[in-house]
């Protein structure tokens, strides 16, 4: 190997970050006249010290690989022969560092990400796009309407008459809308398979991404209309992700609900692909409308946040028989109700709720043949021992079990159970932040002739079962005590 060590160590010997490097490379040189070969692995692992060290060396996880050019002439051969290790392109770096990036780097796709809040400029990056918009597959902008106040004008940069191999658009803006975007369309962007805006006011028109298969839009400031999101799942039948978030909106807020008629001109009996749908603050009776023209040949996640949690018990129960294309169904109303199915609750393998009113009425009476996963968070009311009963007895194969709620009728009910399954088919029982700590039901449980140990036993360290923990490690094996931390001191906080 050629050294030139010394020159590059004189220019760069006051930076800090090539220290460590300085120091990696004389141990593999220690005690010898010529360095010993190094193989393309110990390469990668060198350069990958160096561009992506951790903190306490004092690395920036966003510089380049430029410098280790000037290290020795072999350096140079190799990170010239690698154009993968410079198709990473942070649009802050020198202009003539991102040339260097933008030469060497051919012809692999290249992914451009802009995360500090300073403004770009415009002209810039007009000539970076224009030269190599061809290769751009993941673009990534950071664009706050304080320092760039168009961002139309940046997407009109994506629509200029030339074809893209870009797969993925993400853009974190402050603007009032994504206006602008409905002139940049399958012709600019055919390979278009991901979409992200975060932090817009409203979300204007969308073009037709043919190819799209993710549509993610969070922190949005005014709601989009059901009719609106029934008319992008028509238009792009390839989407498998729809995930539209809300701005957490100020308390007492409220808005209009749209009417069955104003709902019913919408399509209906969509085909879909989705695999995940995600909507936020909308009223139950808009989600069971949009599920019900949906069509599909498999089934998809739905989780929803109802801006009407007393309609929560009219949802489930006039709309749980036409969502029959959901696998597994989270709904955020006042409380948490999680569950899985596809149809009919015989194929459900988890159930996460918080609504016991619920859970007691409608949820004890289904059968739970396949529910593995049972998870109870803490809930006005609490579910009755019939119904406990009543639910394990159509739930014989539950594996796993926490109990965020009252303790108590849960374990009584375990403990009357005449299903003789169920006794060495539990090995998970998770009784942390329970209101309540029924020490005699518990070990009356893991004491239950026949039973098999637990394998997995939480608890808290302020509640009852850890003055017992002694008693409890022979029945479990493992044993998991919670300790109380301290809530985390907000990143804001002076």
Known sequence: ???????????????????????????????????????????????????????????????????????CRSWQSIARRTPALWRNIWMKWPLEVIEM????????????????????????????????????????VLWFSEHNPSLSAFLDLCAMDQSSTMTSLSILASHTSN????????KHLPDLRELKFDNLGSLGPIPTFRNLRSLVIHELRDLVPIRKIIGILERMKMLEILDITMRLQKKGRTRSVATQKQLSSAATNIPIRLQRLKLTDYAAVEIGYLLRRLRSS???????????????????????????????LTVFPASKISYTFDGTTEHTFTLETSMCNIFGVHLSGASWYNLRELCVHDCVGGVSLPAWRKFLSAAPYLVSVAMRSSATTFLQAVLQSKEPRFANDLRELDLR?????????LLGILRQPGRTHLRKLWIDENSVWAASASNLRMYVEELIIEKKEPPPVPYWYN
């Open 101 to 140: 990036h933008l030469t060497l780097s051919t012809p692999l796709p290249l992914i451009l990400e802009d995360l500090s809040p300073e403004p770009i400029d415009l002209i810039t990056l007009s000539n970076l796009v224009t030269g190599h918009w061809r290769r751009i597959e993941i673009l990534s």
């Open 1 to 71: 190997m050629d050294l030139e060590l010394s020159s590059t160590f004189t220019q760069f010997g006051s930076e800090p970050s090539m220290k460590p490097l300085q120091r990696k490379f004389q141990k593999l040189n220690l005690g010898r006249s010529r360095p010993p070969p190094i193989s393309s692995e110990n390469w990668t692992q060198i350069f990958e010290f160096y561009v992506n060290g951790s903190g306490e060396n004092g690395l920036d996880k966003r510089r380049t690989w430029w410098p280790l050019l000037l290290v």
């Open 298 to 328: 498999f089934f998809f996640d739905v989780e929803l946040h109802i801006i009407n949690p007393d309609d929560s018990d009219k949802f489930l129960v006039t709309f749980y028989p036409s969502m029959n294309l959901a696998k597994s």
């Open 433 to 441: 932040r329970s209101r309540d700590h029924p020490r005699n039901a």
């Open 179 to 186: 206006h602008g975007l409905q002139r940049v369309g399958s």
